[in-house]
């Protein structure tokens, strides 16, 4: 099938339809026009192909040629990944750079990782040693954080008859010949729609811990679990991201930016080869990856942005690692679907979207999990998915749909984002699936009580807009006291808790034992004010009290090692109130 | 490639469809001679020989015969340089203030290209305004794009002047020039606008292009796309600061629906193409600042939110995009207050990393929270004296009546003439937070509360 070609006959945006397509592929890559734009063959109808192009498709001609390349649409894994970043189909925004300057030209070509750059190889097999899919035959190290694995291709297997020594290697070099021909370098080419295979899925095990107290206590992510964070514009979706990005225990990061802003993107890259991650003491942009497809670049590229993140992610997770993939947003993945299927004329569904889109979305989301790899080891792809429902309303088809496919939901709320209290994930309506599995890791490496206090907190936290309501009708100051405190307990759970500042350098990351003291320090507050309530103490005391305030600033004041604070802390309010409670029962 | 065609298939609303034509490239421009005129439209669909063509002007007049099309080979472009300051340009970037044409300069396709994330440079520095709501709340970052979201009837024009006329560069930081995209605005308020830059002195450094209410509709498409392009040129060749002042976006979405229908596309919500959002951002993502070059782009797109509704999709695809919005309240307005901005669905989200110590004031951060803060709970006070009454409310309720009071007719209020510094407004701010007791103010740093709380 060599040199055969398609000529174009129709253009619209990037959908573009040739003809003589007989001998290409479906979902094949293929290169369209004079500037050789890069595409990928989305139907096949006889001799009718249609494509969608990943380039802005300004001067293109009927009758330009469209040329196959023989392969899936690919993503190219080896050393060179992490710390980059790469448009949506894997092209070093950095090679961009050089070539095209500060605007992002078509015509680019296919650029990928350097294959040039060469890295140092140590070989942990030997000649004569069989090699089956997924095998380990050599690390290098890419960054100071990150060991990168060199695997034996999923599909490839046989019996090293030659390898090189120790030492450096460009990733053209070949390393390894096998006994049947085949050769192993220091990459190998996946297809982005295909998810890598792996020896078994496992249960979930352990949480994703991101030191933010509202996650990690009240709404857990699980590693190999899928989460969604929906949100109205402004609601604070980006900045959930980034915090995760920043502070969640995954070994590697990949952060999609899909059809967002530019500026975003920048930030991450300035920002994050400075900020230190707090268990290696490195800079985060040694174990993060950055796809970035902003929203003015081309909108097919942003349907294969989420592939080939995806992709990257398996890769890593092949080595061993546990892997955290940041999708923002997975709303304009979705409409980049619409937009494509509108022009492609296909049958709308519900607001446009193509009749396929629950199953694309259970296709991403199932590729998450934590598993067992082909070389034996325990890993995960953990998936948190941005959602930008219009107007905010969850009720559209992409939230809706989402829902159905992952298990933890951290609903961002708009009011709570105008009266700026951030994370603005709403208690009443976000919800985790992974509580029940999580329990015993909780139990053995948190505290025996951790949940039962979250419990009792969730619990007052429902109560309490109950009680709100009738606060609405008839304002609080006719409540019974009992009442009363449930609200000012609420308000310490509220902004001494939930509230959680990302630029306070103490309060941006959280460890879980700092978080069960705090929670630990509210709920011996409420059970000793409650006492004191019932022997009459009148509730302005309790809520002027000293203790009151250090715990709504207990958060910034006492610091994430804290040594015997908050024993001394919950010490001192058991005092405070004894004493208090004595005084009223005197009366 | 200049091949004339001399017959037209079919002509309908703003498209004409031409038929066998030969080497004919996408998004490519095109002439249209008429009699005694000639108009301008681009390629928008390419089907075997056919040729979808969207024509800019008005189609009336036209007739399938008399008539010869003639590509161009080319992306619509226009001529740049220096000279275009002070200048006026219709929609589609043609002079229309009898200066003649722009001889010297580069010419630039309008459609512009995305710029590359990692030759961005992230926005830091802000630009005072002297509109205390905006300066202390949503704090405008240079290079960022804020838009506002108004309603018909509202001051938004009156805030828009004012921000030009008080924005200003500090002393050796670069020329600043002001760009402005009128599209589908009324003659009054081009009016306005023009009277407004001279007003502010700075006639001589604005770049307008005008699509007014009565000029053809499909020609707004491109306004917006001349005056980015004029802008990129003046900030990134040019070095300097561009204020770019675009209205109305709605009617530009208007006529971008205008044309789907049309074209017989799939309509998304309310009638508005699937691809609004991408279109959207291929305006909002042109502003920023790049590496290699002094100067910036700062945009301040205005819109009318259709029936004042924010869920809109014209509001809300905007506010995806944008670094932020600055909301403008009917309610407020009505109470005589000037500018009327409500600040609860307002935001600016690059403020983070443009105030504080080092850049305004290091209360700034935690005042802004502490009064979106109190400002939200007024709220909740507000409704609650109106079930049960003003005088059954608590003395700390009674409090923060009084605390919105006084935010609204002390601080946010002010004349359209003040120029308010931006400590200025923090210590406004300090005076009006001091109306609450101290331990209500659980945002601020207790440090700041010492140095700064009136009690």
């Known amino acids: ?587 | 490639m200049y091949k004339e065609y001399l017959s037209l298939k079919k002509i309908e609303g703003p498209l004409i469809v031409v038929e066998g034509v030969k080497g004919v490239s996408y998004n490519e421009m095109v002439e249209i001679k008429l009699k005694d005129k000639i108009k301008h439209g681009k390629v928008v669909q390419l089907n075997g020989d056919i040729a979808v063509i969207q024509v800019f002007e008005n189609t009336s007049g036209m007739s399938v015969r008399d008539i010869s099309v003639k590509f161009t080979g080319k992306p619509l472009e226009i001529k740049l340089s220096r000279e275009i300051l002070g200048r006026i340009f219709n929609g589609i970037g043609e002079p229309i203030d009898g200066g003649g044409p722009i001889f010297n300069g580069i010419k630039l396709d309008v459609n512009g290209s995305p710029i590359n994330p990692v030759a961005r440079r992230y926005p830091r520095n802000y630009i005072q305004t002297g509109i205390s709501a905006i300066d202390t709340l949503t704090t405008l970052i240079r290079g960022q794009k804020l838009p506002i979201f108004s309603g018909n009837g509202l001051p938004h024009n009156q805030i828009a002047a004012q921000i030009v006329k008080q924005a200003r560069v500090a002393e050796g930081e670069g020329e600043f020039a002001v760009v402005f995209a009128a599209m589908g605005i009324k003659h009054d308020d081009a009016h306005y606008f023009i009277k407004a830059f001279q007003d502010a002195g700075v006639l001589d450094r604005v770049v307008m292009f005008m699509n007014l209410a009565d000029d053809p509709v499909v020609e707004r498409i491109v306004t917006p796309r001349c005056a980015l392009t004029a802008a990129e040129y003046l900030a990134f060749y040019e070095n300097m600061h561009i204020l770019v002042i675009m209205t109305d976006i709605t009617s530009y979405c208007e006529a971008l629906r205008e044309i789907s229908a049309a074209r017989e596309e799939v309509p998304g919500r309310k009638g508005y193409p699937g691809y609004l959002y991408s279109d959207l951002a291929s305006l909002y993502e042109r502003a920023g600042m790049v590496e290699g070059s002094k100067g910036s782009i700062t945009q301040i797109p205005i819109l009318t939110m259709p029936n004042d509704d924010i869920t809109h999709p014209i509001p809300d695809l905007t506010g995806y995009i944008t670094e932020g919005q600055i909301v403008l309240s009917r309610e407020i307005y009505q109470r005589n207050i000037y500018p009327p901005i409500n600040i609860l669905p307002s935001l600016s989200r690059l403020m983070k990393d443009g105030i504080g110590e080092g850049y305004t004031r290091a209360d700034h951060p935690d005042v802004a929270n502490q009064i979106f803060s109190s400002y939200s709970k007024v709220q909740e006070v507000k409704a609650l004296s109106q079930v049960i009454g003003e005088d059954e409310l608590s003395e700390i309720d009674k409090k923060y009546l009084e605390f919105g009071n006084a935010f609204e007719y002390r601080f946010l209020k002010q004349s359209f003439d003040e120029d308010r510094d931006v400590k200025e407004s923090l210590d406004i701010a300090w005076e009006i937070l001091s109306i609450l007791p101290k331990n209500e103010l659980d945002r601020i740093n207790p440090k700041f509360i010492d140095e700064y709380y009136r009690g």
């Open chain 1, 1 to 587: 099938m060599e040199g055969s070609k398609g000529k174009v006959i129709y253009v619209n945006g990037p959908v573009v339809k040739a003809i003589n397509m007989k001998d290409f592929k479906m979902r094949e890559m293929v290169t369209v026009g004079e500037k050789k734009l890069i595409g990928e063959v989305i139907s096949i109808d006889e001799d009718l192909g249609t494509i969608q192009v990943y380039e802005d498709t300004t001067g293109l001609k009927v009758g330009d040629d469209v040329i196959s390349t023989q392969k899936p649409l690919s993503v190219t894994l080896g050393p060179g990944i992490v710390g980059n970043i790469f448009d949506g189909i894997q092209r070093p925004l950095n090679i961009i750079f050089d070539k095209s300057g500060n605007f992002i030209k078509e015509g680019i070509g296919l650029e990928t990782i350097d294959k040039t750059k060469k890295w140092y190889v140590k070989f942990t097999v030997k000649e004569g040693e069989y090699l089956k899919g997924g095998d380990i035959f050599g690390i290098v190290e890419e960054t100071p954080l990150i060991k990168h694995y060199l695997m034996v291709p999923p599909n490839v297997e046989g019996k090293i008859l030659e390898i090189k020594e120790d030492g450096e290697y460009s990733l053209d070099t070949i390393l390894i010949k096998l006994d049947n021909g085949q050769e192993l370098k220091m990459y190998q080419e996946w297809p982005v729609r295909i998810p890598r295979p792996v020896k078994e899925r496992l249960p979930i095990q352990k949480p994703l811990i991101t030191g933010q107290r509202v996650i990690d206590t009240f709404f857990p992510i699980a590693k190999g679990g899928t989460a969604a964070i929906p949100g109205g514009f402004g609601t604070g979706k980006t900045m959930t991201q980034h915090q995760l990005a920043k502070w969640s225990d995954a070994d590697i990061i990949v952060y999609i930016g899909c059809g967002e802003r530019g500026n975003e993107m920048t930030e991450v890259l300035e920002d994050f080869p400075k900020l230190i991650d707090p268990s290696s003491n490195l800079p985060l942009m040694n174990r993060t990856i950055l796809i970035a497809n902003t929203s003015n670049m081309p909108v097919a590229a942003r349907e294969a942005s989420i592939y080939t993140g995806i992709t990257i992610a398996e890769y890593f997770r092949d080595m061993g690692y546990n892997v955290a993939v940041m999708a923002d947003s997975t709303s304009r993945w979705a409409e980049a679907l619409r937009e494509i299927s509108g022009r492609l004329e296909e049958m709308p569904a519900e607001e446009g979207y193509p009749a396929y889109l629950p199953s694309r979305l259970a296709e991403f989301y199932e590729r998450a999990g934590y598993v067992r790899t082909l070389n034996d080891k325990e890993a995960s792809v953990t998936i948190i998915g941005a959602v930008s429902p219009a107007g905010g309303d969850f009720s559209e088809p992409v939230t809706q749909n989402t829902k159905r496919f992952v298990s933890a939901f951290l609903g961002l709320d708009r009011k709570l984002a105008y009266s700026r209290h951030y994370p603005a994930i709403n208690w009443l309506s976000s919800y985790s699936g992974y509580i029940t599995q999580l329990e015993e890791w909780y139990r053995q490496n948190v505290a025996e009580d951790m949940l039962n206090l979250r419990a009792e907190m969730m619990k007052v936290l429902q109560e309490e807009s109950k009680l709100q309501e009738t606060v609405k009708l008839v304002g609080e100051d006719v409540l019974p006291d009992e009442q009363r405190l449930i609200l000012e307990i609420a308000k310490l759970i509220k902004v001494g808790y939930l509230q959680q500042n990302a630029y306070h350098k103490e309060d941006t990351f959280v460890p879980l034992n700092k978080q069960y003291m705090m929670l630990k320090v509210i709920y011996s507050f409420y059970k000793f004010a409650k006492e004191a309530v019932k022997v009459g103490v009148p509730i302005s005391v309790i809520k002027n009290s000293n203790h009151f305030y250090k715990i709504i600033k207990m958060k910034y004041e006492i610091p994430n090692n804290f040594g015997d604070s908050f024993d001394k802390f919950i010490n001192d309010i058991s005092e405070y109130f004894t004493n208090l409670i004595k005084e009223y029962e005197g009366d």
